[in-house]
């Protein structure tokens, strides 16, 4: 999916902890309309960097994957949702919901985690006295730590722009906003998205057959054919803009 939005290969050395960045040129057909007009010497669309957090394998500890999630302004997580006994899964089955569940826990213990480590540190600092904007920043995080205990994200506390400052240095995983993307078998893509905002039912298989059509009216045409106007990773990444 990285690859087919931004153009970018894997490299085949790329190793646990490491960060990919790409860019995924926004489409928007009114920018064509007026370089018709214009006639410019380039066309640029407006663009999306697409981070790709660092493989996490299994057992190991997820912490490259975190930090490098946590510094960006929204979090796009690809479900495995297809199936195919070539391709193992670590749970044994396909299941895209218990996973997306499974994601979301990781997500919330995460930042409770967060919360609990600076609220000790806290603790020990009140003997020294805490000054304005720590006690803010501590009351912020009681707020947190309730909802996080309840596996409520913290984007649903509709927190204040003053209480948002006060935490804004933890960089919350749970206060971004998210889309999730499903990677489903080819005769999943046609019709309704799964239910929920935010949410895209992609084939990465039926994105490559899409991308290497270069005509755009046969491009049109194969997309009309499976009851789509644009293709999954378009979607998903207007979307994301």
């Given at each position: 999916?990285?690859?087919?939005?931004?153009?970018?290969?894997?490299?085949?050395?790329?190793?646990?902890?490491?960060?990919?960045?790409?860019?995924?040129?926004?489409?928007?057909?009114?920018?064509?309309?007026?370089?018709?007009?214009?006639?410019?010497?380039?066309?640029?669309?407006?663009?999306?960097?697409?981070?790709?957090?660092?493989?996490?394998?299994?057992?190991?500890?997820?912490?490259?994957?975190?930090?490098?999630?946590?510094?960006?302004?929204?979090l796009c997580i690809l479900v495995r949702g297809f199936t195919s006994a070539e391709v193992y899964h670590p749970a044994g089955s396909v299941d895209a919901r218990r996973d997306h569940t499974n994601l979301e826990a990781e997500l919330v213990l995460s930042d409770l985690d967060l919360v609990e480590k600076r609220l000790e540190r806290m603790g020990k600092e009140k003997r020294a006295g805490l000054s304005p904007a720590q006690m803010l920043e501590e009351k912020v995080l009681h707020r947190c730590k309730e909802a996080l205990e309840n596996g409520r994200w913290l984007n649903a506390l509709q927190l204040e722009p003053h209480e948002l400052g006060a935490i804004k240095s933890l960089s919350f995983l749970t206060l971004l906003p998210v889309l999730w993307a499903y990677n489903v078998d080819e005769d999943s893509v046609a019709g309704a998205e799964p239910a929920g905002p935010g949410e895209f039912r992609v084939s990465c298989r039926i994105e490559q057959e899409i991308a290497a059509i270069e005509d755009p009216a046969e491009r049109r045409e194969y997309l009309k054919g499976m009851g789509l106007e644009l293709s999954g990773l378009e979607r998903m990444n207007r979307a994301a803009y």
């Open positions: 999916m990285f690859t087919l939005l931004t153009g970018r290969a894997i490299p085949p050395a790329y190793r646990e902890g490491e960060v990919l960045e790409g860019i995924a040129p926004v489409y928007d057909p009114r920018v064509d309309v007026i370089a018709r007009i214009c006639k410019p010497e380039k066309i640029k669309y407006a663009e999306n960097t697409i981070v790709l957090c660092p493989p996490v394998q299994a057992g190991a500890a997820a912490r490259e994957w975190l930090e490098a999630a946590r510094r960006c302004d929204l």
